[in-house]
């Protein structure tokens, strides 16, 4: 079984900073990629920043220059700080991670519950 467990989200207002925890537990023999996506009330999900087990990044571009994705491979944990928040960072932000459960297993996809970001003032 594997499990991710966000943290961190919650109100703040407009140029605030905010950062979303995430940690993977269970079975798992190895991680290749995590990241996070979000998606806004009437909008499509998007990918917001990813890092893989090599530490190469990936962002959309709204997020370039004012979100920082990084890892704790230790505990296989992923954060992302966020920073100059605007009103449309305002989404459920939801972490994932691609990872194999042993050696033998093909590599699946598993999401956690999501996290409320409301950025206002």
């Known amino acids: 079984q594997v499990q991710l467990v966000e943290s961190g989200g919650g109100l703040v207002q407009p140029g605030g900073s905010l950062r979303l925890s995430c940690v993977a537990s269970g079975s798992i023999f190895s991680i290749n990629v995590m990241g996070w996506f979000r998606q806004a009330p009437g909008k499509q999900r998007e990918l917001v920043a990813r890092i893989t087990s090599e530490g190469s990044t990936d962002y959309t571009d709204s997020a370039k220059g004012r979100f920082t994705i990084s890892r704790d491979s230790a505990e296989n944990t992923v954060y992302l700080h966020m920073s100059s928040l605007k009103p449309e960072d305002t989404a459920v932000y939801y972490c994932?991670?691609?990872?194999?459960?042993?050696?033998?297993?093909?590599?699946?996809?598993?999401w956690g519950p999501g996290t409320q970001v409301t950025v206002s003032s």
């Open positions: 994932y991670a691609n990872l194999r459960q042993r050696y033998s297993a093909p590599s699946y996809n598993y």
